[in-house]
């Protein structure tokens, strides 16, 4: 399983971000996906998690208003949209997948990892 992150770059207070997660090398049917982020000096942190079978989405009740997950099964594809981007937002932001299906906070939970991708936000 491998899985590319892109999308990063350096954004203005209130952007909107997009991120895309391409995921390769097996069928994903039953695999829980899920984005996560880690600034320095912090904690890896949940951003929300999808299924890929039926598309449904898991996120933190602090989280939901903010982070939005959607997936595209032809395109192999798991994205990731937050809008009004802060300052606070800059961090390395990660895919994950698993193949229970599992799509919850738990960083441990995950097998399979992309090399993250870098979001810088200058006020």
């Known amino acids: 399983v491998q899985l590319q992150a892109s999308g990063g770059g350096v954004f203005q207070v209130g952007d909107t971000l997009r991120l895309s997660c391409v995921a390769s090398?097996?069928?994903?049917?039953?695999?829980?996906m899920s984005w996560f982020r880690q600034a320095p000096g912090k904690e890896r942190e949940f951003l929300g998690g999808?299924?890929?079978?039926?598309?449904?989405?898991y996120y933190l009740a602090s989280n939901k208003d903010r982070f939005v997950v959607s997936r595209d099964t032809v395109k192999s594809t798991v994205y990731l949209r937050m809008d009004s981007l802060k300052p606070e937002d800059t961090a390395t932001y990660y895919c994950?997948?698993?193949?229970?299906?599992?799509?919850?906070?738990?960083?441990?939970?995950?097998?399979?990892w992309g090399q993250g991708t870098l979001v810088t936000v200058s006020s």
């Open positions: 999808i299924s890929w079978n039926d598309g449904s989405t």
């Open positions: 090398g097996h069928t994903f049917r039953n695999y829980g």
């Open positions: 994950a997948a698993e193949a229970t299906g599992y799509k919850g906070s738990a960083w441990r939970g995950y097998d399979y």
